[in-house]
Each structure stands twice: as C-alpha cells, then as structure tokens.
C-alpha cells in the first residue's frame, strides 16, 4: 500500500494521492504525485541544479545529522540536508501535510502538501523507513562482488576480447586501491570532504557463462545469484536473445549495467538495466526513416529483407517491417535457415530483386558471400554492427551503392574519443579482436569505477542507477559514441546514428552519408 | 555541519563539466548580490522574499511599477530580473509540428513571448513549469490567442516532435503554446543564448522568460513562479509597454 504511495502516487482507498500548493500554486494528483518522482526510487533525493532535493529514508529524516563534529553519522549524499533537527513521526505529518520543517521552517515550493489520512500516513512513514536502509548485498569484507553475463550463443572471439578487458580493468583496480585522503594538519579535514566516507573496496569479478536453452538461464541466473551474491551486473555479451538476463536483473533488483547486446529489451517501466544503446532496433529505426522519406503519394515503396533466422537480425528485421506497414510501405521477407555461410542467400536475393529497397541483416561470412549485385537503382541498407561495421567484407562491386546503418560515430570523427581506451589495450598487450565490444566494455568498467566513487558508501542499488543517469552526460570519453546521456527515465544512452557508406570502392574508408540521425 | 565544511570538493572527480560548473556556480551565487553585474548584463537584482517587491526597471526607461500584495511573487521566493536584450543566435528549431524554423523569427513574431526549457522525461520540476504555463495560459482566457508561449526541450535527442506533442497534449497545451526541439547544438545554442545552460540538463534550473514585445526587455524569473504570479507579471509588462508604445 505505501510502496502505491510512493512509487505510483496511489492511496490505500485506491484514490489518487492528491498534492496541492499554497496560495494559488499548482495541484498535482496520482503517478505525477508519486514521491518517486523528486526523491528518486532509492529515496535519496537528487541535486538538480539549484533544486536540491533532500533524501527522504528513514535514516536521514528521523536521526540527527550532528551538528557539528567530524564523525559521519549517515552516508554521504549529495543532496543531505544538515541543518535541521531530526523529524519525529508528528512532526514528519506536518511536514507531508503541511510543508513545515521540524524547525518550522516553510519547505520548498515544489514540495506539494498532501492530503493523507492517518492510515496512509503511517504506512507511508513505514515505508520510508525501510526504504534503502543499508543492507549492501554484494558487499562483505572489503569486497565489491560483480558479475558479467555470457550466453552460450555469444560470439567466442568477442568473448574473450571483454573478458580479458574486464579481467585487465578489475586487476589494475584491485593494485592501486585508493583509500580516504589523509586528514590535513591544519583543519582535520581529508583534502576531499567525499573521501572521508569513501570505502575502500576491491572489485571482484564473477563470470556467469550460461550453457543451454535460454528456458534454462532463470533458474542458472537464480542459483548462480545465492552461490555468489553480487552486488551488479557489469558488461558481458549476448547473442539472439539477452530477455531472460534482462528480466532477472529487474526481478532481483540488480543494476544490469551496458552489457554488450545487438538486441536489447525495450520495455516501457523496467529500472535496473542500462544500456549503450537500441543496437540493431536503432539501426531498424534509421532505416525507416529513410524508407518513409522516398515513399511518394502514389508509389508505394517495397522492401526486400534478407536475414538468418535465429540471429539478431529476426527481431530487427520484424521492427522494421512493423514500422514500415505502419506508413503504408511493403514489406517482404526472407528468411534464412539457421547457420550455413553463404546458404540460400542467392534464391533469396533472387526472390528480392523487384523491390527498391533491400535491406540485408547478416553476418559477414554470408556478406562475403554475397554474388552479384543488384541493378545500380535498388538502395542497398545493411546492417553495420551485424555485418562487422567498417572491416565488413563487403564484395566491391557491392560497395558503390550499399549504405550502413551505423549506430556509433563515424571512424573519423570518434579518433580522439577512442584513443584512451585503444591506448590502455595497447599498453597492457590486450589484443583488439573485436574493437567496439571491447571500448564498450572498457566505457562501461570506466563509468562503474567513477560512479562507485560518486556514491561515496551509500551502496545502495537503485542509487547507483540514478547516479550513473545523473552523471552520464558529463562523460568526454564517449568511445564509439558521439555523447551519451540518461535521466531518471531512460535506459539507452546513444540514441542516434549514421547512414553511412564506403568513400571508394577498393580500400575506402567508411563516411556519413548525411547527418546524425535521431529517430 | 561536517557536510559542508568541504564544499568545494562536493563533486570530487575534476575532468567532468559538471564539476567545474558547480563551482562556478558557487562562486556567481554568492557574488550575485553585491555584484549587481552578471555575465548577462543584468541591470540590478531583487530577490524576493515575504511581501514582494517588484520595481522592473529597464534600460532607457524610466521606473515603470512598483507592486506589492497577494498578485505578486510571495509564494516561491523567485528572483526576478530585467534582462534589455538576450542576443538570439541564428539557430534553426524543430517545432513540435515538425517544421524546421528559426529561433529568432518565433521569438520575434510580434507576440509577447513567455519561454521556459523543459525536458519530457524530467520528472520533478519540468511538469511543475508545464503546469504554471497551462493554468497561466487558462487563466487569459480570451487574451490567449494574444500570446506566444514557446517551451525548447533541453533533452532534444530524447524529445522528437511526436514526443513533444505527445507531452504538450497532457497539458492541454493550445495552438499559442509550441514546444521545440532540434539538433543537441541548436538546443545548446538556444539554452546559451539565454544564459539557462548549466553544465547538462541533469542540472536544468526552472526559468521563466517572458517579454511584451520584440525590442522590449525581457522579465527574467529565476525559480518557481505560480500562474497567477505568471500572468501579473505578464499583464504588467503588457501595459507597460502599451504605455511606451502610445507616448
């Protein structure tokens, strides 16, 4: 009943939670009443801006912040208020009810005043009692426990380009531990207020390899999870289909951090997994956008699509084709039989040729594969991160007039960017075997580390989500990605791309063919 | 208070934006009212508390009003400034109808202009702002159609024109309130232009602008502003510069 308060703005009759402002301010009602909304679902508040908006979990109202003295009492949050006395369950009321501070002080204006009775109003205040009280699962004795995910149709030679980036990244961690600053002679302050509270953790990294039919992975995620309780889900790679993986993490309640996907899940109110971004449902997107700008009134543009059944390009190839029915366009399909280079791919492009557009999502053993090309007015869209991006084999006299779908930065323009993380391969003799997955797991090591040292030691799960989408667009070394940025309710970070083609037929390098595309 | 005796270092990690802007931000703050001079070119400061005072003075004109009462800002403690001229960049928007325009010919399209920068899937201050601007808007009534209410997205990779529409129509928002957004930089151009960037829309501070006509000064309001404070502010800069106008 409380968790309806907070979470979805809803009271214990079932009546919308109603908020309202003094003298003549704005009302609000049900999910835009929700607590969550401002104090975040970890209830510790976030700082926007000049709007400071305070943690509101048991801890920080109802025990006192010390006024003066050194010894931290609480965890270090940004947004904590200090100087107010601690709030008691009367005067907690008042406070949701009327805006009046312990001290009498009015609250902000952007804190509504609710109308609670006293049964919601105890259930509430029970709720936030309990709500992120510092129970750490993944932590005990000075040790961050993580864990990355691989399924057992992930790419082998990717597998082991992350795995051994991530085993690099955890061991350079582990020998440089960076401890609270020493206190400084004059004021008995640490040089960084934070580091005072900052623990010293060593990263220890647990790899789950999934064997199986993904009906199997629930239960192996679930056994794996009380084996080796950890605290998030950093990186890993998948293949068809990461669902299963996606939904534990949310039914745990574990932070799904950027694992390297083709096909995410895209569902509307999950919270724990974050991703780089859409993969190849991006690239279907930048396609149809595309595809509609030729549609004219009375010529219906038709599509060819080819793709291996039982590989990321099924469910890209169905987004596409929904997108595109939706604005009147034709769509065939041709489905190719699992595995097999090279097989049924000529019937199939055969079949294909009518259409003014084909679209091809496969891997670059069938690319290679391909034979000869289709007449020079047909407009040829592949898919860049199934086809192995710019070192696709792409035969040459597809070259000409083939278009990518490229959810990244184009290679010239990403140079500075990426350089970090190919210099840290470099230096630690790492081979780059598949380039991107491995500077996306080095980002996605990079953007742990920093927000671990964000969260000083409030470990608390969905507080580390809502640090990493607060932080996200401050982030320069954005490797394949132009820039990145989250808030409170996204999950994908890159939302854009380029049609881009090769700038010559023999050795040309991969160009934009227009601006980046959000679609 | 142990918290903030370290202010300066609150956001350890130097090589972010935000960390050198929270800083800067310190810093103006607490400058802002002995130095009445900002970076904007704001003539003086008031910041209102209790019983408000509202003195608007622009540039070039003489004191126009002095209110005080129940009409006037008391309730959330907002700051109000006259700012004679923001320099518009010749940037073009994405308007929520998808029309590509200019910034400077919706700004300048002879209405009185009230702007705010919003994001859709900010949850906490931008349906607050969208919420003054609708009731502010309803409370016109028939000097509606008289208005240009323009809200930019600060979030324009997130907002496309359909999810714009999509949030406009939650606000009941008419054919005098548009929503726009555009490329990452014409959105930042337009944010800088008005001196509301602060380092990442994480950091997004709620402003409201408005301005009774092109060449007027615009009415600066820093923090929250409830609609009927909105439209007292807006009425008293419509007659003001009917004043102006017919003199």
Redesign the interface.
């Known amino acids: 009943m409380s968790v309806s308060i907070y979470l979805h703005g809803v009271t214990g009759s079932g009546a919308p939670l109603e908020g309202g402002r003094e003298a003549g301010g704005i009302s609000t009602q049900g999910a835009e009443a929700a607590c969550v909304n401002c104090h975040q679902r970890s209830g510790l508040g976030s700082a926007e801006g000049s709007v400071v908006i305070p943690p509101v979990t048991g801890d920080y109202l109802f025990h006192g912040h010390s006024h003066g003295g050194d010894t931290p009492v609480l965890p270090y949050v940004e947004s904590m208020h200090g100087n107010r006395e601690p709030y008691t369950a009367t005067t907690l009321a008042r406070a949701i009810r009327e805006g009046i501070d312990p001290d009498g002080r009015r609250l902000s204006y952007l804190m509504p005043r609710f109308a609670l009775d006293d049964a919601d109003m105890a259930a509430l205040i029970e709720y936030l009692k309990k709500l992120s009280v510092h129970h750490t699962p993944g932590i005990a004795d000075g040790i961050l426990n993580l864990a990355t995910i691989f399924t057992p149709d992930s790419d082998p030679v990717k597998r082991a380009g992350v795995l051994d980036v991530l085993e690099h990244f955890v061991k350079e961690k582990n020998s440089f531990p960076i401890g609270p600053s020493p206190r400084m002679w004059t004021s008995g302050k640490t040089a960084y207020a934070k580091s005072m509270y900052m623990a010293n953790l060593r990263w220890h990294l647990h790899v789950w390899q999934l064997t199986g039919p993904d009906t199997t992975w629930r239960e192996q995620l679930e056994r794996h999870l009380r084996e080796e309780p950890v605290f998030a889900v950093l990186s890993g790679l998948g293949g068809r289909n990461w669902a299963p993986v996606h939904e534990f993490c949310e039914r745990n309640e574990i932070p799904c951090l950027f694992p390297n996907v083709e096909v995410p899940v895209e569902t509307g109110d999950d919270f724990y997994s974050l991703y780089f971004s859409k993969g190849v449902l991006l690239e279907a997107e930048l396609i149809a956008k595309q595809v509609v700008a030729l549609q004219k009134k009375d010529a219906p543009v038709v599509v060819d699509q080819i793709y291996r059944s039982g590989d990321s390009g099924g469910p890209a190839a169905r987004a596409l084709a929904a997108e595109l029915e939706k604005q009147g366009v034709t769509v065939h399909n041709h489905s190719l039989a699992p595995g097999g280079t090279g097989h049924g791919l000529a019937d199939a492009l055969r079949a294909s040729g009518k259409g003014e557009v084909l679209v091809l999502w496969l891997r670059p053993p069938d690319i290679a594969a391909l034979g000869p090309p289709p007449p020079a007015e047909t407009r040829v869209y592949i898919s860049g991160l199934m086809g192995g991006l710019e070192d696709m084999p792409l035969p040459a006299d597809w070259r000409a007039h083939s278009l990518l779908a490229y959810p990244f930065d184009v290679p010239d323009r990403r140079g500075v960017r990426l350089d970090y993380a190919l210099g840290w391969f470099s230096f630690r003799h790492i081979p780059v075997v598949a380039p991107q997955v491995q500077a996306d797991t080095h980002l996605a090591c990079s953007l742990l580390s920093e927000v671990i040292k964000q969260l000083a030691d409030s470990y608390v799960r969905p507080y580390l989500i809502e640090q990493l989408q607060a932080m996200m667009e401050h982030r320069l070394m954005t490797g394949y990605y132009p820039h990145l940025a989250l808030t409170y309710h996204q999950r994908f970070a890159s939302k854009g791309g380029y049609i881009a083609r090769f700038s010559a037929i023999e050795g040309g390098h991969l160009v934009a063919d227009g601006g980046w595309i959000v679609p | 208070?142990?918290?903030?005796?370290?202010?300066p270092?609150?956001k350890?990690?130097a090589?972010?934006?935000?960390s050198l802007h929270t800083r800067r931000?310190q810093s103006r703050?607490s400058l802002s009212v002995l130095r009445p001079s900002r970076l904007d070119r704001v003539p003086w400061v008031v910041l209102l508390t209790g019983v408000a005072l509202v003195a608007l003075v622009s540039r070039g004109f003489a004191q126009e009003s002095t209110t005080e009462g129940?009409d006037a800002p008391?309730?959330?403690?907002a700051r109000i400034t006259s700012v004679p001229r923001y320099p518009i960049p010749a940037v073009h928007l994405v308007r929520d109808d998808g029309k590509e325009v200019a910034l400077a010919d919706e700004i300048d399209d002879g209405r009185p202009v009230v702007l705010n920068f919003i994001?859709t899937?900010?949850?906490?201050?931008c349906?607050?702002m969208s919420?003054?601007f609708a009731?502010f808007d309803h409370k016109l009534g028939a000097d509606r159609s008289r208005v240009h209410l323009m809200s930019i997205s600060v979030?324009?990779?997130?907002d496309?024109p359909a999810r714009l529409r999509e949030y406009a129509k939650k606000f009941h928002a008419g054919p005098e309130w548009q929503h726009y957004t555009g490329?990452?930089e014409a959105s930042l151009a337009a944010q800088r232009a008005f001196n509301v960037w602060?380092?990442?829309?994480?950091?997004?501070?709620?402003v409201t602008l408005l301005r009774a006509a092109p060449g007027r000064p615009w009415v600066r309001i820093d923090?929250?502003v409830?609609?009927?404070?909105l439209e007292h502010l807006y009425r008293q800069q419509l007659e003001s510069a009917q004043t102006v106008a017919t003199r």
Not at chain 2, 15 to 18: A, E, G, I, N
Not at chain 2, 74 to 77: E, M, Q
Not at chain 2, 121 to 125: G, L, M
Request: include cysteine.
């Open positions: 208070m142990f918290w903030l005796s370290g202010a270092s609150l350890e990690s090589v972010t934006l935000r931000e703050a129940a008391a309730v959330t403690s994001f899937t900010c949850s906490s201050i349906p607050l919420q003054t009731q979030d324009p990779e997130e496309t490329t990452v602060r380092g990442d829309k994480m950091s997004h501070t709620p923090g929250f409830t609609p009927s404070e």
